[in-house]
Nanobody
């Protein structure tokens, strides 16, 4: 069956960096656009970034533009997100997701598969 497994979360101070990874199995990875979402306690799931099937197109939420970079390595069935200059508002569970849709997909309902998430906590 399809599995998306996130890793790389943790506790970091404001201004610090983390790199998240999401390893996919059970699907033809290069047929899926991939996205990262996040969800903080008491808040709705929020789009963070997405990358097209080939990696040639990327999309970002305004709140992370210039600080986060999404990328993928199809040979390893893995999508990454480099997060720099983290701030307190970035604290959340980060989830990766896959969709067969092409182009920008910013809504959770547009995604077919989800990982369980990895916790990112920004605190001094």
């Amino acid at each position: 069956q399809v599995q998306l497994v996130e890793s790389g979360g943790g506790l970091v101070q404001p201004g610090g960096s983390l790199r998240l990874s999401c390893a996919a199995s059970g699907l033809t990875f290069n047929l899926y656009s991939m996205g990262w979402f996040r969800q903080a306690p008491g808040k709705e799931r929020e789009f963070v970034a997405a990358v097209s099937r080939t990696g040639g197109s990327t999309y970002y939420a305004d709140s992370v533009k210039g600080r986060f970079t999404i990328s993928r390595e199809n040979a390893k069935n893995t999508v990454y997100m480099q997060m720099n200059v983290l701030n307190l508002e970035d604290t959340a569970v980060y989830l990766c997701a896959g969709t067969v849709r092409m182009g920008y997909s910013g809504g959770p309902a547009e995604y077919n598969y989800w990982g369980q998430g990895t916790q990112v906590t920004v605190s001094s």
